[in-house]
């Protein structure tokens, strides 16, 4: 990525916080900036992407941790779908939490980050299933399908993990949930191991996007020593390169 790319996405990330905090018609009690916004109807978001075929044909998805899609992951629980949601920087040997209520623990309290992480199953990469569908956090999108997240570029590295070992493929659906004032459109800044979704719903449409070829697997070559060190995955597996 060059560093116009990035200095480009970080103003875009910019603009969309400064638009949402400025609308007390979409902002919510948590400040957006810094992280994937939360958004006034989100609940709205989540149902519309509810009625999508693809949603309703998906067994098995992955989803974020984020507030913005709470809603997602209690009606992937309600219905009875597989769910499973990254543990925070992938930074355990076990980087994925599988998700399904135990007897007492509501949908709503497992769908939290907080209730994920004391009642989830921490699950190794390997363990997962193929993934029908992947619901992913987003701070600014266009209808083509690019997305800029917060920065930290883990939505990218959980991509990549799991197409190298084939539970993500052409076959599996990408959508996000945002506000309609996070769509903006115009062409964005995408890098080699940036990938696009299938879908944009918002509380009030749903964009689908046209589909393009999508990274393959880990490039090792844009992580810095730093980033393979504190992900255990990604440790490992550098190790059985090197062999």
Known sequence: MSSSDGGEKQRLRELIWQRI????????AVPPAGRIPGFQQAEAAAQRLAQLDEWRAARALKTNPDTPQLPVRRLALEQGK??????????????????????????????????AQRHGVPTRVDELPPIDLIVCGTVAVNPD????????????????LLSELGLVTERTWIA????????????????????????VVT?????????VARPRGLIWEQLDAD?????????AR???RQL
């Open 82 to 115: 597989r769910l499973y949601m990254a543990v925070p920087k992938l930074a355990t040997e076990r980087p994925f939490i599988a998700l399904a209520a135990p007897p007492g623990v509501s949908a709503e309290l497992l769908a939290s980050s907080e209730g």
């Open 203 to 211: 509380p009030t449409r749903v964009i689908r996007c046209p589909r």
């Open 176 to 199: 996000t949930t945002v506000h309609d004032v996070q769509v903006l459109e115009q062409e964005l800044p995408e890098t080699e191991h940036d990938f696009r979704v299938d879908f």
């Open 145 to 160: 399908g690019v997305r800029i997240g917060k920065g930290a570029g883990y939505a990218d590295l959980e991509y990549a």
């Open 227 to 235: 980033k393979i060190a504190a992900i255990p995955e990604l440790a």
């Open 21 to 28: 905090a400025a609308d007390p018609e979409v902002r919510t």
């Open 238 to 240: 550098q190790s059985r």
